[in-house]
């Protein structure tokens, strides 16, 4: 089976960086995406780490070790509209790039 | 370009009761994925088209539960008959082939009382 986890809560202050960590265990594994949902509503795409290392996309960066079966999402120059649920989810494991999530995180960004 | 659309946005029906979800993903892509988020829990996979072919359905919780894609277009999720703990919100995604980037659709909020 696949399993990951991550903080069920962060919070931080506008203009802070947080880093949102995910350690997963899995029977497959391709890669490691991070998606973003506010309010509950369509979760959208951030990134994807297949290899070992650092991806920055803007404000975003994500981090991936596969030999600790690791990552993180970290965010930088924290804006109030980054308050959401972040979910990081697993590709892998019998193909066809189905995704396995996290159980969220819930950001709040503070004044 | 148009995102992923689902209808309906809300759907309350009693257990016994049939409902029908769709979901109409970005024109070209031929993954079809539908996922489900039971209230406090993670958001599981349910089952992946390509074109109008399924390719996986592993995650389908039983046989109340019946997807079709026609015409490798848009998709409908049947359940029949609904129960309790069908309850949660119904997510529809697609992808091009080969990407690993799924664009999700708004969602269908399904409440069986």
């Known amino acids: 089976g696949q399993s990951l986890e991550q903080p069920s809560e962060v919070t931080a202050v506008e203009g802070a960086i947080v880093q949102i960590n995910c350690t997963y265990q899995?029977?497959?594994?391709?890669?490691l995406s991070w998606y973003q949902q506010h309010d509950g509503g369509a979760p959208t795409f951030l990134s994807y780490n297949a290899l070992d290392g650092l991806e920055e996309t803007g404000r975003f960066s994500s981090f991936l070790s596969r030999s600790d079966s690791y990552g993180y999402l970290l965010l930088q120059e924290l804006q109030m509209k980054d308050s959401a649920s972040y979910f990081c989810?697993?590709?892998?494991?019998?193909?066809?790039?189905?995704?396995?999530f996290g159980t969220g995180t819930q950001l709040k960004v503070e004044l | 370009e148009a995102g992923v659309t689902q209808f309906p946005s809300h759907s309350v029906i009693e257990k016994g009761q049939t409902v029908t979800l769709r979901c109409d993903p970005i024109?070209?892509?031929?993954?079809l994925y539908w996922y489900r988020r039971v209230m406090g829990k993670e958001i599981k996979f349910l089952l992946h088209?390509?074109?109008?072919?399924?390719?996986?359905e592993s995650g389908m919780p039983n046989n109340r539960f019946l997807a079709e894609r026609t015409g490798g277009t848009y998709s409908t999720l049947k359940v029949q008959p609904a129960e309790l703990e069908d309850s949660g919100v119904y997510f529809c995604?697609?992808?091009?082939?080969?990407?690993?980037?799924?664009?999700f659709g708004p969602g269908t909020r399904l409440t069986v009382t």
């Open positions: 024109s070209g892509h031929d993954n």
């Open positions: 995604a697609s992808s091009q082939l080969a990407t690993y980037e799924q664009y």
């Open positions: 899995t029977s497959g594994f391709y890669g």
């Open positions: 989810a697993v590709t892998g494991g019998g193909g066809g790039n189905k995704l396995t």
């Open positions: 088209f390509v074109k109008e072919s399924k390719q996986d």
